[in-house]
């Protein structure tokens, strides 16, 4: 009985986790309409978003803990030895080390590589889509308000950087660059900002034409003032759908630059370059070096995709 | 049960030695696909290996790289720059024209008069004062510069007809275009097959790029004749489909199956493998030259490289055999010197190269490194055999004694031209010695820098050792050969006692093949098809 109730409790905590969920006893935070209440509503009672928050939340975890749950530090060139190489899922080492998923053709332990793997993943999906949206939006926001020539000049260049095949300009950007997190993230921020900024704009021209914009502008307030108090809070709700999309795509996109053999430092391997350095061996028998990551890969993929699909559809004005 | 296995055996090869008797055409599965029939085109292994199907030089090198004789049935040296070649009276193109001295001089001419190649042709060429033809068989090359190496550097220069273009009286008279008044045949008359005239082994029936290439036997070759009626070249880049294509059927040989799937190759019955060391070494480069290197970081700014007790720290950390043995499952040889043991210039028995961790942090310590430094390691990860693999492990032994490394392993077209802009200070590099044996590496790289003598080119690292360029530049112009080994063996021991270059390990060529066929394989990784057998036609 006690049992039952903790897991219930650890499930709700699960959900507040993920989305920031209202706790009901609290009062309402501020911006917190019945709509978005609705939304939260219906985004929980879905089993399979359910499972998917759970992923995201140990994942999360995980990467936040690493050190802890590793049992090696796979960048550490010292920590692991090319003697123990490709050992299958279980084996031991000379030193009497148990590697659960085997290990890769340097000697890493999978299962850390893949821990350090996610942690890459999430943390370019995060900071590259974050810095994205900063940039998208101001664009979008400019782009709207300012109009005319400097509304035509941004989004022409809009048009020009989505005209191009996103996978194309990374990597030609990074052959130019160099290889690194860092990078990536530069390189993703690149690809992506363009998608928001057209988003903002579209979503901030029609607020524009409504009268609370126009009662602001008579008051007197400036244009930036107008801009990110007025506007953007309104024609906010559509770029977020997008952006928890677009966190997927970005991990994704670092994946296959990864794979591609341009993103991360082959010392340092993310989930893509595992599963890219394991692809040589599949003829071998050693399918452990693609296999897993790759699984990791799909499980943190789908789980935002699910949540972010789910997401739009509550979000869906038509529908609320 | 043992008895039956036996028997089963037999009876597979017996069905299998059947099979090759009625059918005597060849499919080879290529790694790497040959950009053209030219044989003055490109002056890569891939093209090198097509263009000596159909065509032949006055020498050849054999499976060991050593010249013998081909077109040429003798040569002599009448004084150090003059040479005489004795040619053959019996050899016809396959077009039926007769071979002689003024074909061979023609395709001197036609080195100089190559506008469609990929870079430059005829440095030989450029070297030649005069050639003569004596009689239509008897060839004389006088040189600018003493060029011991006259005979090795011919063997690669295959020799066209001269019926493939209009002329009139043929002589080596460069200004004058040599006597040709036609057009000079351009790399596509030779792809589309009207001027791929040759003395090879076999003829061009079909060039179709991407696709295949088609040889079927000269019934005229003045040497052994090849077994094979018909022989078809499919490039298929990638190891995976290269092996399926073998396992299903589709291909007799493959080249360069994955070590890694050797094991696929020894559990079918149907199949064998043959693997040489080629003439291959991966080595470490070092920026020595410079004071301050721009990936090395100390706490006094200064360059570490530039010990030699840091360069010896630096092989002593290295495991090479564990290289050879878990990145490149076996299919290579630990490299204590520039090149295999056996080629000209090499030394015999040479010492190992000692795996010893803790007398490398000795050395460092002694160097004034107690704690190491931190080093960028700059690698290729598309162009060596296992090469950003074999990159991480040298960085794992490196970071081991201390030298904290950072590897960046890079598509080799953005690492070959940051290299030659001299941007690293450690990098990993590779050199096939076709030939000359020792003297190739030695003179490219090691020795200092001298575009007049076209020595020293890709000395990336500045390596500047007075007393070596002193043997090795007496070595190259020595015509005696018993001299010129005994000063290569010396230069390649300061080579190597100076450590201004690192070997690591030679790679070794694998080909794939059904039972039945024997392939010797070759130093200079060419698979050529007149010297595969096959066990029916013994």
């Known amino acids: ?320 | 049960m043992k008895r039956l296995h036996l028997m089963a055996g037999t009876a597979l090869v017996a069905s299998l030695s059947a099979g090759v008797a009625t059918a005597e055409s060849l499919t080879i599965g290529l790694a790497s696909e040959p950009t053209a029939v030219d044989p003055h085109y490109h002056d890569v292994a891939p093209n090198n290996a097509l263009t000596r199907h159909i065509f032949s030089a006055l020498g050849a090198l054999d499976a060991n790289q050593n010249v013998v004789p081909a077109l040429a049935k003798s040569w002599t040296n009448e004084d150090d720059k003059t040479w005489v070649f004795n040619l053959r009276d019996d050899v016809t193109f396959s077009d039926g024209s007769k071979f002689d001295a003024d074909d061979v001089i023609f395709t001197f001419c036609r080195q100089v008069n190559n506008e469609s190649a990929v870079g430059a042709t005829g440095k030989e060429v450029a070297n030649m004062a005069a050639v003569e033809a004596v009689d239509p068989y008897t060839l004389k090359i006088t040189t600018k510069e003493v060029e011991p190496l006259l005979p090795e550097l011919l063997a690669q220069i295959m020799v066209l007809s001269e019926g493939i273009t209009e002329h009139g009286d043929i002589s080596f008279d460069l200004e004058n275009q040599c006597g040709v008044t036609g057009a000079w045949p351009s790399v596509e008359d030779f792809n589309n097959g009207s001027a791929a005239i040759g003395t090879g082994p076999f003829v061009l029936k079909d060039f179709t790029k991407g696709s295949k290439i088609s040889l079927a036997r000269n019934e005229n070759y003045f040497g052994t004749k090849p077994e094979w009626d018909e022989v078809t070249f499919v490039p298929v880049p990638s190891a995976g489909p290269r092996l399926a294509g073998l396992l299903s059927g589709d291909y007799d040989m493959i080249e360069n199956p994955a070590a890694r799937d050797i094991v696929q190759i020894e559990k079918n019955d149907g199949l064998e493998y043959t693997s040489a060391s080629s003439n291959r070494v991966i080595f470490l480069q070092m920026d020595v030259g410079r004071d301050e290197t721009p990936f090395v970081e100390t706490e006094d700014g200064s360059n570490p490289l530039q010990d030699v007790r840091v360069r010896k720290a630096i092989s002593m950390a290295i495991d090479r055999q564990a290289i050879v043995d878990r990145i490149m499952d076996g299919f290579a040889e630990p490299a204590y010197q520039f090149i295999p043991d056996g080629m000209f210039g090499a030394i015999e028995n040479p010492a190992e190269l000692e795996y010893n961790p803790e007398k490398a942090k000795e050395l460092l310590a002694e160097a004034g490194y107690p704690d190491g430094f931190k080093l960028t390691f700059h690698a290729t990860n598309d162009r060596y055999i296992n090469d950003s693999q074999v990159a991480q492990a040298i960085a794992q032994f490196l970071t081991r004694v201390g030298i904290q490394t950072d590897l960046d392993a890079m598509t080799r077209s953005i690492f070959f031209s940051r290299r030659s802009g001299r941007e690293f200070s450690f990098s990993m590099g590779g050199w096939g010695s076709s030939e000359g044996g020792a003297a190739s590496f030695l003179r490219q790289y090691v020795t200092t820098g001298n575009p007049d003598l076209g020595i020293g080119g890709s000395n990336y690292g500045g390596w500047s050792d007075p007393a070596f360029d002193k043997v090795i530049i007496e070595a190259i112009q020595t015509i005696d050969e018993a001299k010129r080994t005994e000063l290569l063996q010396q230069a390649e021991q300061m080579a190597v006692d100076e450590m201004g270059f690192i070997p690591i390990h030679f790679e070794s060529s694998i080909w794939a093949f059904r039972k039945g066929l024997n392939y010797e394989g070759r130093k200079d990784q060419y698979t050529l098809a007149d010297e595969i057998t096959s066990d029916a036609a013994n």
């Open chain 1, 1 to 320: 009985m006690t049992d039952t109730s903790q897991q219930l409790t650890g499930q709700q905590a699960l959900g507040q986790q993920g989305v920031g969920e209202p706790v009901p006893q609290r009062r309402a935070p501020i911006g917190d309409t019945p709509q978005r209440r609705a939304m939260l509503k219906r985004l929980k009672r879905r089993p399979s978003v359910k499972g998917s928050l759970i992923a995201l939340f140990l994942i999360v975890v995980i990467g936040l803990t690493l050190p802890f749950f590793a049992p090696q530090n796979p960048y550490d060139l010292t920590s692991f030895s090319v003697m123990d190489n490709r050992l299958a899922p279980g084996s031991e080492s000379f030193e009497g080390t148990r590697f659960l998923l085997g290990t890769d053709q340097q000697g890493r332990d999978m299962l850390s590589a893949i821990f350090y793997g996610l942690r890459v993943s999430l943390l370019v999906g995060l900071v590259s889509t974050g810095l994205a949206l900063v940039i998208g939006v101001c664009v979008g926001l400019v782009a709207a308000v300012m109009g005319g020539r400097i509304e035509a000049m941004l989004m022409r260049l809009v048009d020009f950087i989505l005209g191009f095949p996103t996978i194309l300009v990374a990597l030609v950007m990074l052959a130019m660059i160099g290889r690194g997190v860092d990078k990536v993230i530069l390189a993703i921020v690149v690809v992506q900002w363009a998608n928001y900024a057209r988003i903002m704009r579209s979503a901030a021209l029609s607020e524009r034409r409504r009268e609370y914009v126009e009662a602001a502008f008579n008051l007197g307030y400036g244009k930036p003032r107008v801009m990110f108090r007025h506007i953007m809070p309104n024609s906010l709700n559509a770029v977020l759908v997008v952006a928890t999309v677009q966190i997927a795509s970005a991990i994704t996109l670092e994946a296959t630059l990864s794979f591609l053999g341009v993103g991360v430092p082959v010392t340092q391997p993310s989930l893509g370059l595992l599963v890219a350095s394991g692809f040589d061996y599949l003829m071998s028998g050693d399918y452990w070096i693609s296999l897993y990551p790759g699984i990791a890969l799909l499980v943190l993929i789908f789980s935002l995709n699910l949540v972010g699909d789910r997401l739009r559809t509550a979000l869906d004005p038509k529908r609320s």
